[in-house]
Structure formats: structure tokens, C-alpha cells
């Protein structure tokens, strides 16, 4: 058989592809092995880096939606951004939020391994998922043939890679025997900046599908700040990102996680970053997420990432030096940050080009953030669903 589409990968980006493709087609999505595997950020492995298995990182995803469009790096109208966003979220009355300086947290994420379920129920036969990981591509002029690491054989007209900022880069080398891995990939950190007391409470608007949070941008688009209640011990300065250093960033249930460390700060943060509850307090940290290029250097194995301490440290020291909040008391404890599992830009660019790929009209694309050099400072899942959208549908002309 010969698909009509080939997806590699199942995350976020994956899912966004698909839902581009015209439903008609017969298209086959490789979602990675049944017995699924990490790849982490340090030996602690408290922060994944990687997932191979259905719904990939989006499985760990909060689901965070940056409303304000600051850093629209797959250059979506407002059009589109709505249409993707209705699909998912219909109860939220977009246009008065949409391009302002909020946070949208939905009370059900997207996540990739329920929406593919759903989807092959809906397509039928034309959708494929198969667990199974992509060893390498074969690239015949108008027909390319996928090999999976058990040896299966895939054919089709066109291949989109979506296998993520750790797996894509080592894909296209196995795949072509060209060099395409930059050696370093970008990311955000997150750190936290001070306290502040004395401050109105954020403005939380709650609707049907999620929650909306205020969202402070500073002017030279590195860094974007949210300010969280202090209550309990997390009213000292400094004890909140003490503690999150410890315990990593919880994903997936994360206020049933907390409860189980019985931190009452942690479940106070947590409970308002889920859902806006108790914004009042006398005192507010201030955490910033911090866009730091070649934050890592990029290696192989379960432990592929070497952080560059200087850079990240560089970064979030400048991030608390443009924090737009008068009165703040700034942290002391200025070597603590949290991976922004936001990883990017680990493909050369020029690579790309000289090989053929993500060309117009080009039959192999990668469509995840490997391939995105800025994301600015904001959450890029879902911006990164909707460009893999956008690029799949163009191939249409739809």
C-alpha cells in the first residue's frame, strides 16, 4: 500500500498535522514504540526532555494558551488561531481575549493520545496508527519509503516529521547521511524573580472550557512574567523556587502530586495555576519564563542535553533586570531556574534547504519545533499545532 501522508511522531505537532491533512487521504501516523521510554534533562530525572510513545510530551502538557500572539512564529491570522482554538475550546468568547496579555489554562488539555484515538474512530480506515518508531526514510523522487526499527517497510507521497527537538535531528542524519544536528537546542527557563507586596490581585476570568490569567511582557520580548500568591512558607522570599528546584515541574494530575509531598505553599501555587483559585494575598511571587538560545548542548542517549549554565544563568539574571514591577524585593538565590521543556531550534536550517526539505512542494517537511529558530518567549505547543496545521493544509491549496 502507498499512503497518501506519512506522520512520524505523535505529539502536539503530529496531531496539528493531521488535522490539516484533507481527511480523504489515506495517511499513516508512526506513533512511537508500545513500551514507551523518557529522555531527560539531568541525572535527577525530574524534568522529561523527550517522550517516544503515543501523544509524546503533549501527554505532560498543561495545556497553557498564550492569548496575546506576541510571538506568532508560524504567522497564523486571527482567523486561524480562532478555527484551531474553537475546535477545542468553543465556550470561550475568543474575540475580547484574543491578542490581549493573557494566559488561557483550559480545564481539559489537548492531549495528543486521546484526540489521535478519536480520530481514528472518525476516519476509519483512511487513518492509520501504528506503534511504531521511524528509523529512517528513503527518499525516491516522488516516493519515499519510511523504515521502522523492527524493519516494516512504509511507502508513501509524502513524509512529515514531527519526532521532536532530541529525535528529529539524529532521523534526518540516519535518513540522508548528511549532517543536520546543530549541536545545541534553545529553550526557556524559568526562574523566579522576586516578591512583591502590596499588589491588586491578578484578574482571573473563568468560563465553561478554562481559566484566564494576566500575562506581564516586558519591551524586549525575552521574558514573560506571571505573579502567583505567596501564602504559607512560600510567603518567604526565595523558599517557592527553592522548593520547585527539589521537586522538578510537576506535569500530568499536578495538585494530586503535590498533595502527596504535603507542601501547603506548592498546593496553594498549584491550586491557583490551575484554576484562579484564592488570587488574593498580601504577597505575590513573581516568576519569569525566559527564552534562552543554545541553552543546551546536544547530545545522544537517555541524558542528551549538557546545560550551558553561563547562558541560562545570563538569561534569567537579565530577565529579573527588566522585570516591569516597581517595588519588587529580588531573589537571592539567582543560580536556581526550571527547564521550560520548550525545546527548539536543533536542526540547521541551511541543512534543510540544501537537502530539499521543508521546500515548497518539497515531499518530506518537518513540522515540529526542531525546526523553529525563535519562539519567543511564550508557551509554543499549541502555536506549534496550529503552524503544523497551516503547513499541512497549504499542500492543498486549502
Given at each position: 500500500?502507498?499512503?497518501?501522508?506519512?506522520?512520524?511522531?505523535?505529539?502536539?505537532?503530529?496531531?496539528?498535522?493531521?488535522?490539516?491533512?484533507?481527511?480523504?487521504?489515506?495517511?499513516?501516523?508512526?506513533?512511537?514504540?508500545?513500551?514507551?521510554?523518557?529522555?531527560?534533562?539531568?541525572?535527577?530525572?525530574?524534568?522529561?526532555?523527550?517522550?517516544?510513545?503515543?501523544?509524546?510530551?503533549?501527554?505532560?502538557?498543561?495545556?497553557?494558551?498564550?492569548?496575546?500572539?506576541?510571538?506568532?512564529?508560524?504567522?497564523?491570522?486571527?482567523?486561524?488561531?480562532?478555527?484551531?482554538?474553537?475546535?477545542?475550546?468553543?465556550?470561550?468568547?475568543?474575540?475580547q481575549h484574543l491578542r490581549q496579555p493573557q494566559f488561557?489554562?483550559?480545564?481539559?488539555?489537548?492531549?495528543?493520545?486521546?484526540?489521535?484515538?478519536?480520530?481514528?474512530?472518525?476516519?476509519?480506515?483512511?487513518?492509520?496508527?501504528?506503534?511504531?518508531?521511524?528509523?529512517?526514510?528513503?527518499?525516491?523522487?516522488?516516493?519515499?519509503?519510511?523504515?521502522?526499527?523492527?524493519?516494516?517497510?512504509?511507502?508513501?507521497?509524502?513524509?512529515?516529521?514531527?519526532?521532536?527537538?532530541?529525535?528529529?535531528?539524529?532521523?534526518?542524519?540516519?535518513?540522508?547521511?548528511?549532517?543536520?544536528?546543530?549541536?545545541?537546542?534553545?529553550?526557556?527557563?524559568?526562574?523566579?524573580?522576586?516578591?512583591?507586596?502590596?499588589?491588586?490581585?491578578?484578574?482571573?476570568?473563568?468560563?465553561?472550557?478554562?481559566?484566564?490569567?494576566?500575562?506581564?511582557?516586558?519591551?524586549?520580548?525575552?521574558?514573560?512574567?506571571?505573579?502567583?500568591?505567596?501564602?504559607?512558607?512560600?510567603?518567604?522570599?526565595?523558599?517557592?523556587?527553592?522548593?520547585?528546584?527539589?521537586?522538578?515541574?510537576?506535569?500530568?494530575?499536578?495538585?494530586?502530586?503535590?498533595?502527596?509531598?504535603?507542601?501547603?505553599?506548592?498546593?496553594?501555587?498549584?491550586?491557583?495555576?490551575?484554576?484562579?483559585?484564592?488570587?488574593?494575598?498580601?504577597?505575590?511571587?513573581?516568576?519569569?519564563?525566559?527564552?534562552?538560545?543554545?541553552?543546551?548542548?546536544?547530545?545522544?542517549?537517555?541524558?542528551?542535553?549538557?546545560?550551558r549554565t553561563t547562558l541560562i544563568l545570563r538569561a534569567t539574571a537579565e530577565a529579573r533586570e527588566r522585570a516591569?514591577?516597581?517595588?519588587?524585593?529580588?531573589?537571592?538565590?539567582?543560580?536556581?531556574?526550571?527547564?521550560?521543556?520548550?525545546?527548539?531550534?536543533?536542526?540547521?536550517?541551511?541543512?534543510?534547504?540544501?537537502?530539499?526539505?521543508?521546500?515548497?512542494?518539497?515531499?518530506?517537511?518537518?513540522?515540529?519545533?526542531?525546526?523553529?529558530?525563535?519562539?519567543?518567549?511564550?508557551?509554543?505547543?499549541?502555536?506549534?499545532?496550529?503552524?503544523?496545521?497551516?503547513?499541512?493544509?497549504?499542500?492543498?491549496?486549502?
Amino acid at each position: 500500500m502507498i499512503y497518501d501522508n506519512i506522520v512520524i511522531g505523535s505529539g502536539i505537532s503530529a496531531l496539528g498535522a493531521v488535522l490539516g491533512l484533507n481527511r480523504q487521504q489515506r495517511t499513516l501516523v508512526l506513533s512511537g514504540p508500545t513500551e514507551e521510554s523518557f529522555c531527560h534533562y539531568n541525572l535527577q530525572r525530574l524534568v522529561p526532555c523527550a517522550y517516544l510513545g503515543l501523544g509524546g510530551l503533549g501527554n505532560y502538557w498543561h495545556g497553557v494558551i498564550p492569548m496575546s500572539q506576541t510571538s506568532n512564529f508560524g504567522s497564523s491570522s486571527d482567523a486561524d488561531f480562532t478555527a484551531l482554538f474553537n475546535k477545542f475550546y468553543p465556550r470561550v468568547a475568543l474575540p475580547q481575549h484574543l491578542r490581549q496579555p493573557q494566559f488561557f489554562v483550559p480545564w481539559r488539555p489537548i492531549r495528543p493520545a486521546r484526540e489521535f484515538k478519536s480520530l481514528a474512530q472518525s476516519y476509519g480506515s483512511r487513518l492509520e496508527i501504528h506503534a511504531q518508531t521511524a528509523d529512517r526514510f528513503i527518499w525516491k523522487d516522488k516516493r519515499i519509503e519510511v523504515i521502522a526499527t523492527d524493519g516494516t517497510c512504509y511507502r508513501g507521497r509524502r513524509v512529515w516529521i514531527a519526532a521532536g527537538s532530541i529525535h528529529t535531528p539524529p532521523l534526518l542524519e540516519r535518513s540522508t547521511g548528511s549532517k543536520f544536528s546543530r549541536g545545541f537546542v534553545s529553550d526557556h527557563a524559568v526562574s523566579y524573580v522576586g516578591m512583591l507586596y502590596e499588589q491588586q490581585p491578578p484578574k482571573i476570568a473563568r468560563n465553561r472550557d478554562g481559566v484566564l490569567f494576566p500575562a506581564h511582557y516586558e519591551s524586549s520580548g525575552g521574558s514573560v512574567y506571571t505573579l502567583r500568591p505567596a501564602r504559607f512558607a512560600f510567603g518567604r522570599l526565595d523558599f517557592g523556587i527553592e522548593q520547585r528546584a527539589v521537586f522538578g515541574m510537576p506535569t500530568g494530575s499536578a495538585v494530586s502530586k503535590i498533595m502527596r509531598r504535603f507542601s501547603p505553599g506548592l498546593i496553594a501555587e498549584a491550586l491557583y495555576n490551575r484554576a484562579g483559585m484564592f488570587p488574593k494575598a498580601k504577597a505575590y511571587s513573581v516568576y519569569a519564563q525566559t527564552l534562552v538560545r543554545d541553552a543546551y548542548k546536544l547530545g545522544t542517549g537517555t541524558l542528551p542535553l549538557e546545560a550551558r549554565t553561563t547562558l541560562i544563568l545570563r538569561a534569567t539574571a537579565e530577565a529579573r533586570e527588566r522585570a516591569p514591577f516597581p517595588g519588587l524585593r529580588v531573589s537571592r538565590r539567582r543560580d536556581l531556574y526550571i527547564p521550560g521543556i520548550h525545546l527548539h531550534h536543533s536542526v540547521d536550517l541551511a541543512a534543510l534547504t540544501a537537502a530539499g526539505i521543508n521546500q515548497e512542494g518539497s515531499s518530506v517537511q518537518v513540522v515540529d519545533a526542531s525546526a523553529v529558530q525563535d519562539i519567543g518567549p511564550d508557551h509554543h505547543s499549541f502555536k506549534l499545532m496550529l503552524q503544523a496545521c497551516m503547513r499541512t493544509r497549504a499542500v492543498d491549496g486549502r
